[in-house]
């Protein structure tokens, strides 16, 4: 995880892996990127193109399931844990378009697509089907 890239969005995806990990987990690779220590609910990552896939772009998606189960206890049962896990994964892709939630005109702006995107795959209860 040494090349941290924001993506284009027009960039085509060669590779996107989810990886789902605990606090500890999680930690440890918020160390390796980006110097901090803390656990948190998910990081994005995109590299540059590799060689033989010069216009695709690779990226992983690291999701703490150990933060989603937690936050979706604490909500109660009409935020399922699925529902979390599903937003911390939608959150991810939202940072790899270069989208940041460092202020909150941000955090509203990603968390309002965020959402939409949630609905828009619920339509079939798919949420409701996982895990």
Request: proline residues 2%; glycine residues 6%; charged residues 30%.
């Amino acid at each position: 995880m040494t090349k941290v890239q924001k993506l284009d969005r027009n960039q085509s995806w060669g590779e996107l892996l989810l990886i789902i990990t605990d606090d500890t987990g999680i930690s440890q690779i918020n160390t390796e990127v980006f110097g901090r220590t803390n656990a948190t609910d998910v990081i994005s990552v995109s590299y540059e193109p590799m060689p033989h896939m010069s216009d695709k772009s690779t990226a992983e998606i690291i999701v703490n399931i150990q933060r989603a189960v937690e936050t979706s206890d604490r909500i109660g049962k009409r935020w399922t844990k699925q529902k979390e896990f599903a937003l911390y994964t939608a959150h991810g892709c939202d940072h790899l378009w270069g989208e940041d939630d460092h202020d909150e005109h941000g955090r509203k702006r990603m968390r309002r697509r965020e959402l939409s995107w949630l609905k828009e795959i619920n339509k079939d209860r798919i949420l409701d089907t996982l895990f």
